[in-house]
């Protein structure tokens, strides 16, 4: 039995009271960025198909991670014979907290 079109698919409110101005979708957008490195750094290696096929983007503020290779679920959320080595559930919490960092180093301002 194959399984086809399984796409591993996380995602993870980035902000919530924030107007989504140029300054927030500035951070938003080097979050994902920044969130699609990890992913690729953490991902497991065989071939490097996994890792290769890592996508972040932003959407109405929330951080959508995306996998489409075919076995990318399997390997995020194991089976019963596989323990899960989870990847973009480790980097969606990190990569809010990121976020948030950004945010501050463009509305905090040195004196």
């Not at 957008?29 to 953490?42: F, S, V």
């Not at 990318?72 to 973009?88: L, Q, S």
């Amino acid at each position: 039995m194959a399984i086809r079109g399984l796409t591993v698919r996380v995602t993870e409110q980035l902000s919530q009271g924030f107007s989504v101005s140029e300054v927030s979708r500035q951070a938003a957008l080097q979050t994902a960025t920044w969130a699609e490195e990890q992913l690729k750094a953490i991902s497991p290696r065989r071939t490097g198909l996994l890792a290769s096929n890592w996508r972040a983007r932003v959407s109405n503020n929330t951080l959508i991670l995306e996998n489409p290779t075919y076995y990318a679920g399997f390997v995020e959320y194991g089976t019963r014979k596989m323990a899960a080595r989870p990847m973009a559930q480790i980097v969606a919490p990190r990569a809010r907290e990121y976020y948030m960092r950004q945010l501050g180093k463009r509305f905090i301002r040195p004196r």
